[in-house]
């Protein structure tokens, strides 16, 4: 009987509801919504989750569904059915430290047990996954499940449930040590095969693979293989590669924690790797990887997007199942997504060849020593919007005065984006907020500019009285240039081509939508709840939503979106949004680099008067909510943000509409 939860109500899907034991008669059952409010609400509640299959992924994927059921009833005893036998009783291991079970037993006993409510989702997938007409996105097993029992994930995430024991750390760090790992090691998982032949990746390749990442000095490989897979220990007797094959589930995902990159097939590590938020190279053939790790802000598919055949869920006949997707990726190609990822790791600022400006070598201006008397420097220590949107005053600046030499000191976060203005002579990196410069040089401290002698309103809030370009104009004694445009970062912007095009995005056809819904002031951040909406309207325009920011946020893993967060570097930030159709956002960042570079916006302003902030903007729509009467604040905030709440969706999708047409 599969029950579903809704709006705090427990439903069966045949309308009966009970207490009852499969080993009793069943006697009539009271249906009025009494009752049933009476066993959602009054009393605790027991629940059995039934699955009597593995894998691995599949029992991974139900774990959110787990972790919302107690998030709604907190007071309910949770029973989890499953097969203790596969995999030598490794689906027992894999839950027995989930926090949301209250008790775990296998799937056979479940008769001589009583509960409210048991939802078997053994065969909720059977029928779900196959070609989809128009190109439709399966859905996730995470979410399938979910759906079958009823709850909701929006609250409590969609990521699966796995926590190592503190002893298991304790073991790994200890296992490392053994293996002799040094602390420049990059360290690489790898599982050679899914469970499934039609999943796995050629062995031969593998092997390859292994070969290549052992002979590069800069990584460690540890293969974590079944004991009954096929290859043996001295298949992988390389330089740098330790064999892990013997290894339980507990242990393998206790030695995949410290790992930096795991590399999967599409398999049940993939889905632990997902869990323990590891980044992860999944290497996919015939099914579509945004069915299986769309929820996984972490993972990098590589497949053949380009086939006609793609995906076909093993349906299609065109390659007489060879797997022909699988068979054309090689090696190489995996090698080199994976020096991608291990790259990004530490974001370094690529080179740009459209400035001749000279590389910030430290927090000291030892670079400033040929600037002379004539010469400027301009402190400020802010964050990104706020340089952006002066940028066209430092132009001013330097158009003024073009025999003399100009350097910004700012954080070093933003020395790449200011590098690629091309309004700078030199940059110097600041480390704190009372760094002593002192360069032979005219020193403007531009620090506190915007900060000092603010008046204050009739509540007693300091606010502006004028454009902060125009005030650091008027700081440096000059006019802003109106006809500054950011250049082009070539190289950042095909880095974001090949993000999107290995995400099924091909910039060159699909149009994109970028947005930036999050701001470093919670008070400018718009309402969580609207995102999906708008995700999905900007979906039905024709347009391919793009989520850009660095704040991490499992919402956006949906099958109408493309999420970079976290994915980007401020220069890589900024190409992406120069080659968006459009770009909504609040009052941050992406606002200015989208304006700066001529892109169309939407803006969403409440704490501040939008004509303070977008005075030399061109193309763009403002949502501002100034019929509320603490409206603007000046970024004081409250905790009902109902001026947040009053922008919704579809004033935001109209003010789109307007814009691009």
């Known amino acids: 009987m599969k029950m579903n939860f809704s709006n705090g109500v427990l439903r069966s899907a045949n309308g009966s509801m009970g207490r009852t034991s499969p080993m009793q008669n069943r006697k009539p059952v009271d249906m009025s919504l009494d009752r049933l409010q009476r066993i959602a609400v009054k009393r605790d509640l027991s629940i059995c989750i039934k699955r009597s299959l593995g894998g691995i992924g599949d029992i991974l994927m139900s774990t959110p569904a787990l972790r919302a059921i107690k998030h709604q009833w907190p007071n309910c005893k949770l029973t989890y059915a499953t097969d ?100 420049k090691h990059i360290l690489i998982g790898i599982q050679p095969r899914a469970s499934c032949f039609a999943r796995s990746w050629p062995l031969n390749k593998v092997i390859e693979l292994v070969n290549i ?40 995902a206790a030695m995949m924690n410290e790992m930096d990159i795991i590399v999967t ?37 590589v497949a053949r997007f380009n086939y006609n055949c793609y995906p076909c869920f093993y349906e299609a006949a065109v390659c007489n199942r060879t797997f022909a997707c699988l068979q054309a990726i090689s090696a190489d190609e995996v090698y080199r997504t994976i020096l991608e990822v291990a790259k990004n790791d530490t974001k370094p600022i690529p080179a740009v060849t459209s400035t001749t400006t ?53 954080y070093k976060k933003n020395i790449g984006l200011m590098k690629l203005s091309g309004v700078f002579d030199n940059l110097v990196s600041l480390v704190g907020k009372h760094d002593k410069l002192i360069p032979q040089c005219k020193i403007h401290d531009a620090r506190n500019l915007f900060e000092k002698n603010r008046p204050k309103d009739g509540k007693g809030l300091y606010y502006e009285t004028k454009p902060r370009n125009v005030a650091m104009a008027e700081f440096l004694d000059t006019k802003v240039d109106e006809d500054f445009i950011m250049p082009l970062d070539l190289a950042s912007i095909e880095y974001c081509k090949q993000l999107l095009l290995d995400r099924g995005v091909d910039i060159n056809v699909d149009k994109i939508v970028t947005f930036q819904m999050r701001s470093t002031a919670m008070c400018r951040t718009w309402n969580r709840d609207y995102y999906r909406p708008l995700i999905k309207e900007i979906f039905k325009l024709g347009y391919i939503p793009v989520a850009i920011g660095n704040i991490p946020d499992d919402i956006y893993n949906t099958i109408n979106c493309v999420s970079t967060i976290g994915k980007l570097d401020i220069l890589q930030f900024n190409a992406m949004v120069s080659i968006s159709s459009a770009f909504i956002g609040v009052d941050s960042g992406g606002v200015h680099l989208a304006g700066i570079n001529r892109i169309p916006f939407v803006a969403i302003f409440n704490v501040i008067p939008p004509e303070l902030r977008l005075n030399l903007y061109h193309h763009y729509k403002v949502i501002y909510p100034n019929n509320i009467n603490c409206v603007p604040c000046w970024d004081k905030g409250c905790s009902s943000m109902e001026c947040m709440k009053e922008i919704t969706p579809e004033i935001v999708i109209q003010n789109l509409k307007e814009l691009i047409g």
């Not at 340089?387 to 025999?403: I, N, Q, R, W, Y």
């Open 213 to 252: 990442l052992g002979k590069d000095g800069r990584f460690k490989c540890f293969i974590f293989d079944s004991k009954h897979g096929f290859g043996q220990k001295e298949t992988w007797n390389f330089p740098n590669v330790v064999s892990l094959s013997d290894y339980n589930i507990r242990a393998t």
């Open 358 to 410: 000279k590389e910030p070598s430290s927090n000291n201006v030892s670079e400033l020593d040929d600037y002379s008397k004539k010469d400027s420097l301009i402190i400020r220590d802010d964050g990104i919007g706020d340089l952006v949107s002066c940028l066209p005053a430092f132009a001013g600046f330097k158009k003024k005065h073009p025999d003399k030499k100009l350097a910004l000191a700012t």
């Open 84 to 183: 203790f036998a596969y995999m030598d009783g490794g689906l027992k291991l894999l839950l027995e430290n989930n926090p949301f079970i209250d008790e775990l037993i296998a799937y056979q006993v479940i008769g001589a047990k009583d509960y409210d409510i048991v939802t078997d989702i053994t065969g909720v997938c059977i029928g779900q996954e196959k070609i989809q007409p128009g190109g439709t996105i399966v859905p996730n097993r995470i979410d399938l499940f979910a759906g079958a029992i009823g709850v909701s994930l929006n609250a409590t995430g969609y990521v699966p449930t796995y926590i190592v024991k503190n002893e298991e750390i304790e073991f790994a760090k200890e296992k490392l040590k053994e293996f002799r790992v040094n602390k």
């Open 265 to 301: 097939p599409d398999s049940g590590l993939m889905h632990l790797a997902g869990a323990l938020n590891k980044k992860s190279v999944v290497v996919f053939g015939g099914i579509d990887y945004r069915s299986r790790i769309n929820h996984y802000v972490n993972a990098t598919p």
